[in-house]
């Protein structure tokens, strides 16, 4: 899922392995390319993927995008839920498949700019995001 072929050249790809065949088969893209990102999976039948690093053309500069990615409906859709913070490299868990704990990253502002917060992504606000 997603990633970087060169310095400034990011990823929207999405593919499954297909261990018997040996093969990838190509699903449908994410809708932000960026790497660094952190995956998790809710339920079994989604993947989310939140922050990173995206490339707008001048500078690399960090997410705080989350994306859900359905994988019995091969979609994909930007949500409301985003961390009040753009950061790379979070360690993501979920807890009772509403939440999302974001935890760390680096916000590269500066080298190494790695903080030290937790972040509490509601997934129940992409129903209500007010």
Do not use: H, W
Not at 7 to 31: C, D, G, H, M, W
Request: net charge negative; with cysteine; glycine share 8%.
């Amino acid at each position: 899922m997603g990633g970087n072929f060169s310095p400034n050249a990011f990823s929207t790809r999405v593919a499954e392995y297909i261990p018997s065949q040996n093969t990838l088969l190509e699903k449908t893209p994410f809708n932000i390319p960026r790497n660094n990102f952190s995956l998790c999976t809710v339920m079994g039948y989604v993947i989310y993927s939140v922050g990173g690093i995206e490339f707008d053309g001048e500078k690399q500069r960090a997410s705080g995008s989350t994306e859900k990615y359905y994988i019995e409906d091969n979609e994909c859709d930007v949500l409301v839920p985003k961390l009040t913070q753009p950061k790379a490299g979070v360690a993501l868990c979920k807890f009772r498949n509403q939440y999302l704990y974001a935890f760390g990253g680096d916000t590269l502002k500066s080298k190494c700019n790695i903080v030290n917060e937790i972040e509490r992504l509601d997934l129940l606000e992409e129903d209500n995001p007010d």
